[in-house]
C-alpha cells in the first residue's frame, strides 16, 4: 500500500510539473489576438478526455479483467502526445527589427 502511494504521489507531481508547458507553448506560438480561443479548445480537448477516458478505462477493464491493457494504451497516448510535441511543435520564428517597429505595442 505504501509503495502504490509513493507511486501515485511521484506521477501526479510529474503530471502537474508539465502543466506549465502546455501555456507556454500556446503563449509561444499562437498570435495574442488569438490565445483565449486556442486555450478554450486545449481545455475542451482536455476536458473530454477526462470524460472518455474512464468509460474507455472500464470497457478494457471489464473486456480483459485487468488493467495492464488500459495502462498500456495510457502510456502509449503518453508517448504519441510527447512525439507530436517534438515533431509538430516549433520555436517562433525570430522577428526582424523593421517587423517589430511596424507592429503596435499591446
Known amino acids: ?4 502511494v509513493a ?3 511521484v506521477s501526479v507531481f510529474f503530471m502537474y510539473l508539465t502543466g506549465n508547458t502546455y501555456w507556454a507553448i500556446i ?3 499562437i498570435e495574442k489576438g488569438r490565445v483565449g480561443g486556442v486555450s478554450g479548445f486545449v481545455h475542451l480537448v482536455a476536458n473530454l478526455a477526462g470524460i472518455v477516458a474512464p468509460a474507455v478505462t472500464g470497457y478494457m477493464v ?3 479483467g485487468t488493467f495492464a491493457s488500459a495502462f498500456v494504451l ?4 503518453a508517448v504519441l502526445g510527447a ?3 517534438a515533431v509538430l511543435v516549433r ?3 525570430a522577428v526582424s527589427p523593421e517587423l517589430a517597429a511596424a507592429i ?3
Do not use: E
Not at 495510457?74 to 497516448?77: D, L, M, V
Open 1 to 4: 500500500m505504501a509503495a502504490a
Open 7 to 9: 507511486l501515485m504521489t
Open 27 to 29: 503563449l509561444d506560438t
Open 62 to 64: 471489464q473486456a480483459t
Open 74 to 77: 495510457t502510456g502509449a497516448i
Open 83 to 85: 512525439l507530436a510535441v
Open 91 to 93: 520555436p517562433p520564428a
Open 104 to 106: 503596435p505595442p499591446a
